[in-house]
């Protein structure tokens, strides 16, 4: 799951260590991230694990109720009208347009829609591999 928000960017997945604990990795590209989610949100996540040259540096796990209500809070704490401007207050500008360029991409998500719904044969050949034409 990836989760943008006004105070970070978060992959958040089960991996094989997490089935057993009953726990939640979640993993960012920015340390900062992560430890303004354990100060906001999730105090009771684990140590940040630096993994270099992981395709996410910064990771950590917490238990998954408490990932599940650190984020149920923060969409109750939600009071902005526009993401990308809160982001802009939060983080600055570099970060907003970062986040600015990945809704545009995403937007791209509509546009395949509408081919699958004009032409259902295209629109099954694009949905078979959506990595390939990432």
């Known amino acids: 799951m ?3 928000t006004t105070f970070g960017y978060f992959s958040i997945v089960e991996k094989n260590a997490d089935r057993q604990a009953g ?13 303004t989610l354990k100060q906001r949100y999730l105090p009771m996540l684990s140590a940040i694990d630096d993994s ?12 998954r109720a408490d990932v599940a209500q650190a984020f149920a809070q923060a969409i109750m704490d939600v009071t902005y009208s526009n993401i ?37 044969m295209v629109g099954q ?3 078979a ?3 390939e034409s990432a």
């Open 23 to 35: 726990t939640l990795t979640i993993r960012c590209r920015v340390r900062r991230d992560l430890e």
């Open 84 to 120: 990308k401007a809160e982001i802009a207050g939060q983080q600055g500008i570099d970060r907003a347009r970062i986040c600015s360029e990945a809704w545009m991409k995403m937007r791209k998500l509509q546009e395949l829609d509408a081919v699958a719904w004009s032409n259902p």
């Open 125 to 127: 050949r694009q949905l």
């Open 2 to 4: 990836w989760l943008i």
């Open 129 to 131: 591999n959506p990595i």
């Open 52 to 63: 270099s040259g992981a395709d996410y540096p910064y990771r950590a796990t917490a238990r």
